[in-house]
């Protein structure tokens, strides 16, 4: 059929080209981008994911979405991981912990107890190793989007521990997936109880865990310290981590996608790295007011602490940490330990 000279199928065509241009992200091929983590939703961490998804879509013309699997819906950290590399999840948002699974360099930011003097000094060193971390990464068929840390790992328990003799009479939560850890805390002489973090809180209650080593703001997510009423503020480790995403689904975006989705991922690292540091403080404060009693580590029991920990770094060497790497973390803290940013 004929309408003056036109056949009805050539304007129907001329419109669909006429919408496209009127409205060309429509006719861009959209990315899903489907991100696993344990952080639970509604927490400000979580919130700062689900912003950096928001400007993703806009800096992209909604041709990038992100969809957000977060307090462990998608299994343990070594779940998403193994998501990830079978194409089930493109991104995840992971500890130390998890990204060990990918390439166990990565430890030597979280894994060495009481390796850091402060912050400071973890950060130093991670900005130091995060070229090569990365490309590392990438040789692994993963994209780094953004690093940072959580503050301080303490020691929540059911009873007081001031010394190491005290923890040597513990029941240890290890994490389930990291048995490097399990055979360090053995070498301790501390019984390891391997668990998922989604059974933590109902362990510490039966009895079967009463050590839990955390962040306060997590243990206040977990309500941990409803169980376990005793924290002893020894900085144990710092909690590092990071988001990544497949080499796959990155090198499958346009670059102008890549440079606006990695600018929205590096604030994002800054924000969750700053609010998670305040919400250690407010998560302490808040939790001294149900009944928390937080117990500084003794003066006197400093250095007991210190050749405790220090004692499983050869073992630690070479089997958590790559010797390569464990040493280049002890010249880096040297190097920063005798320059100016050490006085402050």
């Known amino acids: 059929m004929k309408y003056r000279g036109l056949h009805l199928s050539s304007i129907a065509f001329a419109a669909v080209i006429s919408l496209r241009l009127l409205n060309p992200c429509q006719s861009a091929a959209q990315t899903r981008i489907r991100l696993g983590t344990l952080l639970p939703q509604g927490t400000s961490q979580y919130h700062i994911l689900e912003k950096m998804g928001q400007d993703w879509r806009n800096t992209t013309s909604g ?22 590399r079978i194409g089930q999840l493109q991104a995840a948002t992971l500890s130390v912990g998890g990204l060990s699974a990918i390439d166990p360099v990565v430890g030597a930011l979280q894994k060495i107890p009481m390796l850091y003097r402060s912050l400071d000094e973890e950060e130093y060193v991670r900005t130091k190793m995060a070229a090569e971390l990365e490309r590392r990464f990438e040789q692994k068929g993963f994209v780094v989007l953004f690093w940072g840390d959580a503050g301080w790992v303490h020691i929540f328990s059911r009873e007081v521990i ?37 059974d933590v809180l109902i362990s510490l209650q039966t009895g079967l865990v009463d050590t839990v080593p955390t962040t306060p703001f997590l243990g206040m997510a977990g309500q941990f310290d409803l169980a376990a009423k005793h924290l002893l503020q020894l900085n144990y480790v710092p909690l590092v981590g990071a988001t990544v995403m497949t080499k796959k689904t990155w090198d499958a975006l346009a670059p102008s996608q890549q440079e606006a989705m990695r600018k929205s991922a590096i604030e994002a690292g800054k924000q969750m790295q700053i609010t998670s540091r305040a919400e250690n403080l407010a998560a302490m404060e808040a939790m001294k007011k149900r009944g928390l009693q937080v117990h500084a580590v003794p003066p006197e029991a400093a250095a007991e602490w210190h050749q405790f920990l220090e004692a499983v770094y050869p073992k630690m060497r070479g089997t958590m940490v790559p010797a390569d790497v464990f040493d280049e973390v002890q010249q880096i803290l040297k190097e920063y330990r005798a320059g100016p940013r050490a006085s402050r």
């Open 63 to 84: 041709g990038v979405t992100l969809t957000i699997y977060g307090g462990g819906a998608m299994g343990s950290e070594l779940d998403c991981v193994r998501r990830m």
């Open 162 to 198: 001031a010394r190491p003799d005290d923890l040597k009479k513990t029941k240890l939560f290890v994490t389930a997936d990291d048995k490097d850890e399990v055979e360090i805390v053995k070498s301790l002489r501390i019984q390891a109880v391997p668990l998922e973090w989604t």
